[in-house]
């Protein structure tokens, strides 16, 4: 107790370790589940995860749940309430009859309770004389259980609540507009008997549930987004996580490891759902024919689940298919050798393409030239009979920046290179002429940026994969049919359910809109419930926002953006998102946060950065850095157990 300044006029509450929190999960099914309120976070997570059937428990976290209109104010706001809330934390430090780690703190104002709920005295058996505070928090959990985030859809088979409750108190009832279930430890059974509200989601009933979800209009409110991250390194009671509270079971970091359709149906499920959350939420952007190919593929995940009896006879085709699949992915054999090309000879691209390099000088625009694409390099010259001779120009693509832009309906097919300078990032932008062209040089562009080339096993797959998002896209004059195809039948769709708002209000009549949602479905009738969550995932995937995590940071004077993605960190135009500078992790020496004036400094190769976040807690950024680099670190070759030391090594912000 002396360790952990615990005084003799010290108040401590004796309460369960594990209590029932109410958890949404990411398809936005709420159930009720036992949870260790004492062990870290992470750990916490690592439990939730093995009673759902989630392998991988590193790649989620919790988070707060924040009403709407909170996360719509921005930065400004959340640097307000979250000095409000340190004010409140030191009056409380400061107090003689509370230690530092007092674990029963006083009520918090009404206004931050609002959406910090902060007390802990939640236990319904605690001792006597705290009996008032107790009701009283214990009245404030119960009312302000109603949210935004919980889906108005019809339980069949949720267990009473009567006979599994554990003596909660009888007036404690869900709502029952609620989607509510109960998992406790007793009923978790083998991995293998997977929940079937759990691999197939329930779908939404309620259409006025769509118009209460938060929608960011700008990078300050999707930076706002990342406000509600708990702390891994600490525990649910540390962070004031209270007793049947609702909070947010997310995947965190965005680099999915080994997913496999027999082992993951769970976890495909789950990234399935907020990856179309994602999308109908517009918190990541795409064009409007991505949109309406990520609404045919939901229309026909909804289709294939409805009929999930048609699906049984295909199961020996797609075991088989996925052994052969996890036998080529662990024995990573050359796309190259299987397809009799030379593996001693190095492969390169020819093309004559077109270019432009945007300058503030007023150039002629698009120029044509004969590029070569050879190892890690990019040159172009004149023409192909000047090949073997000096070039215009070269880049040298190993830390660049590579993203797209597409245009079906005027075949214009676009890369845009950033190009680190010491002037920042300068562009670079080249366009191809036909599908088969665009995704041959956009696979060799990702591979180069990160130090791979075209002899990489992953290229031709990835070209295949380019290739089928844009055949999903194009629209179909006239249907047709697979063998294994299936038919929409007479439904009246909502097409806010299948479209983000912004491209939903562009078409004039509803009927538009559900006619050319059927019109892309045709494209992907086909394929079966699996393939189909997982082509959704890949397309999401190849967004260029995917993975890009928002934070509002102060580095000398003004407000500026950065985003952290799976391996680096970028500084962006706080207006338009783009690119001004990046900084790789590979690049990376160290990087520690300075608690007391709360900035996190990070030392590269070549620099050093250090910034305060305005939108979130500094930890926050701080473990996203962190625990992308632990997930770069897993491999197949690697033992399956979870290096927890190594985490909170790389995430605690603690030497």
């Given at each position: ?431 191809c002429d036909t599908e088969y062209q665009y995704a041959r040089w956009l696979s060799a562009c990702k591979l180069a940026v990160k130090g791979k080339t075209m002899a990489d096993s992953s290229y031709i797959a990835e070209v295949e994969n380019i290739r089928r998002l844009l055949d999903m896209q194009h629209p179909i004059a006239g249907h047709t049919s697979h063998g ?82 799976y391996n680096r960190i970028i500084r962006m135009n706080f207006e338009t998102g783009d690119s001004l500078k990046t900084w790789r992790f590979s690049s990376m020496k160290r990087w520690h946060v300075n608690w007391e004036i709360k900035r996190l400094y990070i030392q590269f190769e070549d620099e050093n950065v250090e910034f305060s976040c305005l939108s979130a807690d ?38």
């Open positions: 107790l002396v360790a952990y300044g615990v005084a003799a006029d010290s108040m401590l509450q004796f309460t369960p370790m594990h209590k029932l929190a109410r958890i949404q999960l990411p398809d936005l099914q709420c159930i009720t589940m036992r949870v260790d309120f004492s062990v870290p976070v992470f750990n916490a997570v690592i439990q939730l995860c093995k009673e759902l059937g989630i392998r991988h428990p590193e790649e989620l976290s919790l988070k707060r749940s924040i009403e709407p209109d909170f996360l719509s104010k921005g930065y400004p706001h959340a640097l307000e309430k979250r000095a409000s809330m340190s004010n409140i934390s030191q009056k409380r430090n400061a107090s003689h009859s509370h230690s530092a780690h007092n674990l029963s703190l006083p009520n918090p104002e009404p206004e931050t309770r609002q959406h910090y709920p902060v007390t802990m005295n939640s236990s319904l058996h605690s001792i006597q004389h705290a009996s008032s505070s107790l009701s009283h928090a214990s009245k404030h959990a119960i009312n302000g259980m109603s949210t935004p985030y919980v889906l108005n859809v019809t339980q069949s088979n949720s267990s009473d609540w009567a006979n599994s409750n554990n003596g909660l108190q009888e007036s404690y009832i869900p709502p029952s507009k609620a989607y509510e279930s109960t998992l406790l430890h007793e009923s978790c059974g083998s991995q293998e008997n997977f929940d079937q509200t759990l691999v197939n989601s329930p779908p939404v009933l309620a259409p006025g549930i769509l118009n209460g979800l938060f929608r960011p209009k700008n990078f300050a409110q999707k930076a706002a987004l990342n406000q509600g991250w708990l702390d891994s390194s600490r525990s649910l009671l540390e962070q004031g996580i209270v007793e049947h509270q609702l909070i947010l079971l997310r995947f965190k970091f965005l680099s999915f490891f080994d997913l496999n359709p027999k082992y993951d149906p769970v976890r495909i499920n789950q990234i399935y759902e907020q990856a179309k959350w994602a999308i109908l939420l517009e918190e990541v952007d795409c064009t409007e024919e991505e949109a309406f190919m990520f609404a045919a593929l939901q229309l026909q995940v909804q289709l294939r689940a409805e009929r999930k009896a048609e699906e049984g006879t295909d199961n020996a085709v797609n075991d088989v298919d996925v052994m052969l699949n996890e036998l080529e992915s662990s024995l990573q054999i050359s796309s190259f050798q299987r397809h009799g090309n030379d593996i001693t000879s190095v492969p390169e691209l020819c093309d004559y393409l077109r270019f432009f390099r945007p300058k503030k000088i007023n150039l002629k625009g698009w120029r044509r030239a004969y590029f070569v694409f050879r190892d890690l390099y990019i040159s172009w010259y004149s023409s192909s009979s000047e090949s073997h001779g000096q070039p215009l120009g070269r880049i040298y693509l190993k830390g660049c920046e590579v993203s797209h832009e597409v245009n079906l309906p005027e075949s214009k097919y676009s890369l845009k290179l950033l190009i680190p300078s010491a002037e920042g990032m300068s562009e670079f932008w080249i366009r294994n195809s299936i038919t929409v039948p007479p439904i009246d769709l909502t097409p806010e359910e299948f479209l983000p708002m912004k491209y939903a209000k562009r078409m004039r009549t509803r009927q538009s809109l559900v006619q050319r949602i059927l019109e892309a479905h045709q494209n992907v009738n086909h394929l079966s419930l699996n393939d189909t969550k997982l082509q959704y995932i890949r397309a999401w995937q190849a967004l260029p926002e995917f993975g890009i995590h928002y934070f509002v940071v102060r580095f000398r004077h003004k407000p500026e953006l950065i985003a952290i993605a500094c930890k926050v950024p701080h473990e996203f850095i962190g625990g992308y680099i632990f997930c770069s670190m897993r491999s197949k070759d690697q033992t399956q157990c979870l290096n927890e030391e190594l985490f909170h090594k790389l995430t605690s912000g603690w030497a």
